[in-house]
């Protein structure tokens, strides 16, 4: 549905979106995840056909962004960012206007917008004009505007941003529903949002690709290891060295809390040490209070693979 | 020309939603009336001479208010992004704002036929001259409103925009004044480029090809930068 090769943007000397590629298919929720400035807005600009790329092409709907703009713009949807809308109209009023520059026949205008209004859950207002909205709505009112047409791809820009919890569960709802029949490109730079809502994950930072995968394929490939927590009461040393003998086990840290002791062991390579571990301990005759496995979560892998850049380029440097 | 329409139609109505429209005419309309009330006393003649040249003056006083908006809104509002997203061309987008301006600028002037009335009511007034200069109008209505909307389209602000077209109208204005001092070519040029002058003729009763030609071609030209520069976004 996507296809982006080789895209670059540069503005007077920054690369915003420096030679990226990838591909988006049919029916996906993908999240570009990235810290603020990492080139989301500049990517999703791109493929919206707002501006063209420096280099490099991509596709949308199998029409180029470049050359077929008119026929991209017709078949995707797009909610930009902060999302812009006239103010002084009344929802009815831009949506039947946004209806008619997106070439509905006449005819099914009023039942497209009713449809988007409900869907959306805006029919109570959509007599009201917009600039008297809260925040919440005028991001439906904006989804709506995305919807109207029926378009093949919706690319939302940080659809949840500045919403309270409630709006963001509702918001997030309709983009899942969405989902089974549109192909959504989404970004955030929310985690869990993207753990809940995509069935893809493209990581961007400093304009670059760091990762692309499914969510649980991201996490079990950078879950190196997964971390186990353990309170034994003892000589915190001794338990240490005897731990730290097991075999698969790549650190053990020990803190001392109190007259017990806390250690965070780290398994090598995904592997799950919990029962050598605990034998361990049994055979030393230490006592053990508790033993709990952590999982990583996407945030932790998202700060992984972001401050790791910014490692290599400080070294490089 | 579907999504001219469009966004025509959304254009007029944002006018007549804000207090814009509504205070330029009527500001328009009492100077208008005013200066022809004293016109008509000084000049005691079935005609708008004298009426038409302060007219034409409030009209390059009020159009930079009209046309401020049109674009430098959009760019603030990020609303462009939203317009500029969907399958509507540049052209349509600059083109339509543009109607809906000059659309704006006929609702004003429009009113002054009044006037017209009046003349016939009270006196015999020569048709001739009163058709021509209101073709001028129209004409010359199209030139201010295209500069005004290119000036619109260079920045964000609407003040900036609005001060900007003013100085614009007046400096095209004054040229054909200074075109007087002298007969040299570059005063030829200055002449040629002034409103004043072409604008003069119609007040006569000439509607002079090469005057239309004039209006047409500058508003056509500027009406292309616009949209060049609109376009600019795509390479800045």
Redesign the interface.
């Known amino acids: 549905m996507i296809s982006v090769k080789n895209l670059t943007k540069r503005y007077v000397n920054v690369a915003a979106v420096d030679n990226i590629s990838f591909e988006v298919e049919d029916g996906d929720i993908v999240g570009l995840l990235g810290p603020n400035g990492a080139g989301k807005t500049t990517t999703m600009r791109i493929l919206t056909c707002f501006m063209p790329a420096t280099e490099g092409t991509a596709t949308v709907a199998g029409y180029d962004v470049f050359n077929d703009s008119i026929s991209v713009r017709q078949k995707t949807g797009y909610l930009p960012e902060n999302v812009p809308l006239y103010l002084d109209m009344r929802v009815k009023e831009y949506l039947l206007f946004r209806a008619r520059l997106k070439k509905i026949p006449r005819k099914h205008r009023r039942k497209k917008m009713g449809d988007c209004l409900e869907m959306c859950g805006i029919t109570d207002v959509q007599n009201q004009i917009i600039g008297t909205l809260s925040k919440g709505y005028k991001q439906r009112v904006g989804l709506a505007d995305a919807l109207i047409h029926d378009p093949e791809i919706l690319i939302l820009d940080e659809p949840t941003i500045g919403l309270d919890p409630n709006q963001i569960i509702q918001i997030r709802k309709v983009i899942k529903d969405l989902g089974k029949k549109h192909t959504i490109l989404l970004s955030t730079h929310i985690l869990p949002e993207v753990e809940m809502v995509c069935n893809k994950v493209i990581i961007i930072n400093k304009g670059k690709i760091v990762a692309m995968d499914t969510p649980s394929n991201l996490m079990n490939q950078l879950k190196s290891g997964s971390n186990v927590v353990l309170e034994i009461r003892g000589d915190g040393k001794k338990i240490k060295d005897s731990i730290s003998r097991v075999e698969g086990i790549r650190s053990v840290v020990w803190r001392e809390k109190g007259d017990v002791n806390e250690f965070t062991v780290e398994a090598a390579e995904g592997k799950d040490l919990r029962e050598d571990i605990f034998k361990c301990i049994v055979k030393d005759n230490y006592i053990l209070r508790e033993m709990k496995r952590k999982t990583i979560t996407l945030e932790e892998i998202f700060h992984q693979i972001t401050t790791r850049e910014t490692e290599e380029i400080v070294n490089n440097a | 020309m579907?999504?001219v329409h469009?966004?025509f139609?959304?254009e007029i109505?944002?006018y007549f939603?804000?207090p814009i429209a509504y205070i330029v005419i009527s500001v328009f309309l009492v100077a208008s009336g005013f200066f022809f009330a004293g016109n008509l006393q000084f000049w005691q003649e079935a005609s708008l001479k004298g009426s038409l040249d302060s007219i034409q003056f409030f009209l390059l006083l009020l159009t930079p208010v009209i046309t401020m908006r049109l674009l430098s809104e959009e760019a603030k509002?990020?609303?462009?992004?939203?317009?500029?997203?969907?399958?509507?061309?540049d052209f349509d987008v600059v083109f339509g704002k543009f109607l809906a301006g000059l659309g704006l600028y006929m609702v004003m002037i429009l009113p002054t036929w009044i006037f017209v009335l009046f003349l016939s009511i009270f006196g015999n007034p020569d048709f001739g001259p009163i058709f021509s200069s209101y073709i001028g109008l129209t004409l010359m209505g199209g030139l201010f409103v295209s500069i005004g909307i290119f000036v619109s389209s260079l920045t964000r602000n609407q003040i900036v925009a609005s001060v900007i077209g003013l100085i614009s109208l007046i400096l095209l204005w004054v040229m054909g004044f200074l075109s007087t001092y002298g007969d040299n070519w570059y005063y030829e040029c200055l002449r040629y480029i002034g409103t004043f002058d072409h604008w003069e003729s119609f007040t006569k009763g000439i509607v002079d090809t090469r005057d239309v030609i004039y209006y047409l071609s500058f508003t056509a030209l500027m009406l292309f930068i616009t949209v060049r520069v609109v376009e600019s976004?795509?390479?800045r």
């Open positions: 579907r999504n469009s966004i139609l959304r109505r944002s939603f804000s509002s990020g609303t462009i992004e939203t317009l500029m997203t969907s399958p509507v061309t976004r795509k390479w």
